[in-house]
């Protein structure tokens, strides 16, 4: 709920933390393709990739703080819209084939969608925030309510000899 609420009231900043976050990320599992690397010697060309790929995208993103923090969610989205764009053919297509019309409405939004993402990624990012902002704290409000409703009731405890009323 807090990571939601976060993105909700200060998108920027928390974009800018959870980027920076990806990057420690991306170093540690590039050390840890090396050391993989070094007690088990199969695969080890992908081996070596990763952990290069890993380490160069680390020290990328945390030498380039507020570059990456715009960059990286902007690749994030313009993936999004190009899956959007083949998805939404691929509806048409199979509603053409007569198998559903209702995939053909949905392919045209996909399609929509996947341009609006393209022509304004920055939107997108902003757009994409806001949305894991608020699937975060619906996610942790419904994730609180049931850690406190699922736990058990408890019964007194009655002294020997007692009898429950």
Not at 26 to 38: D, P, S
Not at 105 to 120: A, E, H, M, Q
Request: with cysteine; net charge positive; hydrophobic share 60%.
């Amino acid at each position: 709920m807090i990571m939601g609420l976060l993105l909700l009231f200060s998108p920027g900043m928390t974009l800018l933390v959870l980027v920076q976050l990806l990057g420690v990320y991306w170093m540690v599992t590039g050390v840890l393709a090396f050391v993989n690397l070094c007690m088990d010697r199969r695969l080890w060309g992908w081996k070596l990739i990763t952990g290069i790929a890993g380490i160069a995208a680390g020290l990328v993103i945390l030498r380039n703080p507020l570059w990456s923090a715009i960059f990286v969610p902007k690749v994030l989205v313009i993936f999004l819209a190009i899956d959007a764009l083949i998805l939404g053919v691929a509806q048409i297509i199979h509603a053409a084939n007569g198998k559903d019309s209702s995939l053909g409405i949905l392919g045209i939004l996909n399609i929509n969608f996947g341009i609006i993402l393209l022509l304004s990624p920055l939107f997108g990012v902003f757009a994409l925030s806001m949305l894991v902002g608020i699937i975060a704290v619906i996610g942790g409000g419904i994730a609180s309510f049931r850690a406190f409703g699922s736990r058990p009731q408890r019964t007194p405890v009655q002294p020997p000899g007692a009898h429950p009323m």
